[in-house]
């Protein structure tokens, strides 16, 4: 059974940091993997997704490797913003139909 | 692209009644979605697989006679949670399949609170 950590569970920062957000996973044998952010009461916001054949992906201030014989992913945020301050959640999917494992999230709290 | 919608975003109920909660792929066919819970300060937690024109898969340890629910279409999946209680008080959230990209992108939640 896949399970995947997400390690800090909690992170506060000042304005402008470049921060790291780790994730691990038990089964290498992952599909995809997923990185997306919840802010509260609200539902999900898919930031990168990294195909199993891929080692990292970018979009603007953030970047996601993957490392799969390590069973790793993280999550890299440049400059930070207080904007930024979210749940951030890594998902590992295990098949080709799509089933997603989630973390249990880091609390990322970006103050001024 | 790719927006998924949920109603109603927000529903109270007595206990014992049923609710149904709508989940849909406004701009594209998902021929999968899928049913998550959240619990306060949890992350999510998957509860059924659905595909279109089938029965939904459930994960261990979730009632299908409790959780029903229905992909009649390409776009439209229902979850009705029957006879509800107040430990299925909850944060639902569902998600479609982009098969294309195999991608899931995710609806904005219904907050279920049985009193």
Not at chain 1, 32 to 53: A, E, H, M, V, Y
Not at chain 1, 71 to 97: E, H, K, M, W
Request: glycine share 8%; charged share 15%.
């Amino acid at each position: 059974k896949q399970e995947v950590t997400q390690i800090p569970a909690a992170l506060s920062v000042p304005e402008g940091e470049n921060l790291v957000l780790n994730c691990s996973f038990t089964d290498s044998a992952i599909y995809n993997l997923q990185w997306f952010r919840q802010d509260p009461g609200k539902g999900l916001t898919s930031l990168l997704l990294i195909q199993s054949s891929q080692r990292e992906q970018t979009s603007g201030r953030l970047n996601a490797s993957l490392d799969k014989s390590s069973g790793r992913s993280t999550l890299y945020i440049a400059a930070s913003q207080p904007g930024d301050s979210a749940t951030y959640l890594c998902a590992v999917g295990g098949t080709s139909y799509g089933k997603l494992t989630f973390g249990q999230g880091t609390i990322l709290t970006v103050h001024p | 692209g790719a927006v998924v919608s949920q109603h109603p975003s927000r529903v109270i109920c007595k206990s014992g009644t049923s609710v149904k909660i709508e989940c849909r792929s406004l701009d594209f066919q998902a021929t999968t979605m899928f049913w998550y819970r959240q619990f306060p300060k949890q992350s999510l937690m998957l509860m059924a697989t659905s595909n279109e024109g089938s029965k939904a898969t459930y994960e261990q340890g979730v009632e299908k006679d409790k959780f029903l629910i229905n992909h009649a279409s390409l776009t439209l999946s229902t979850l009705t949670v029957t006879s509800a209680h107040p430990e299925d008080s909850s944060f639902y959230i569902c998600s479609a399949r982009l098969v294309d990209y195999n991608e899931q992108f995710f609806g904005p939640g219904t907050r279920l609170t049985v009193l």
